[in-house]
């Protein structure tokens, strides 16, 4: 084997530079939370549309329900009694006008009765004592304490109801049968029996 050349360094085997270690892979980064878009419910909130739900439903029952019951028109009886020819005092009397619609006249020698209605469409006109005139409020008919028309739109006088003594003395009157005045026909039933109690 020959010897090394005197000066120079010997020849070292090659030597392979180690690779590097391999780094671990990295962790995953844990994943972010996702962050909350809407607020958390609002308990009132809640309430306010549940009541509404309740109610509407509470409405259409109700409803239902309604569908029950009979749908009858009670109206007053069309004969009553109104008392002595005493308790009368002369003019315009109102006592029967919100229980039967009728006003009752006292005149010095006769009782009578005038149905509250106006004969234009129907409104129950208003006693005005100033101006001792009956007035519609709907569309200003006149009428006078006889409840004869004098002005606005109504055709004709008011009506007069049946009126009748019973055995005891008392008025009775029926305003089913009512009495009428009606120029433009030539009818006057004013003065016929039962429109009118002499006194």
């Known amino acids: ?55 509407y439903l509470g409405i259409n029952l109700l ?10 028109l009670y109206e007053p009886n069309t004969i009553f009694n109104i008392g002595y020819p005493a308790d009368f005092s002369l003019g315009i009397d109102q006592r029967f006008l919100m ?4 006003w009752v006249v006292r005149e010095p020698d006769r009782i009578f009765v005038i149905f509250a209605r106006c004969t234009h469409l129907g ?6 004592p100033a101006e001792n005139k009956f007035k519609c409020p709907c569309h200003g008919s006149g009428y006078d304490s006889e409840g004869v028309n004098f002005e606005g739109p109504a055709p004709r006088p008011m009506d007069r109801a049946h ?18 005045d009606d120029p433009r ?8 029996a039962g429109a009118y109690l002499p006194v």
């Not at 409104?123 to 005005?128: N, V």
């Not at 009126?163 to 005891?168: E, G, L």
């Open 123 to 128: 409104c129950t006109p208003e006693w005005k």
């Open 163 to 180: 009126i009748a003594m019973d055995p005891t003395g008392k008025i009775i009157v029926d305003t089913s049968r009512l009495y009428m």
């Open 1 to 55: 084997m020959a010897d090394p050349v005197e000066g120079s360094t010997p020849a070292s085997p090659t030597v392979k530079a180690a690779a590097p270690a391999a780094k671990p892979p990295a962790a995953p980064k844990p994943a972010a939370k996702p962050k909350e878009s809407a607020d958390p419910p609002d308990p009132l909130r809640r309430r306010v549309i549940w009541g509404m739900i309740y109610g």
């Open 63 to 72: 409803m239902f329900l309604r569908f029950f019951f009979p749908r009858a």
């Open 99 to 102: 229980t039967n619609r009728a």
């Open 185 to 192: 026909a030539g009818t006057n039933q004013f003065n016929d």
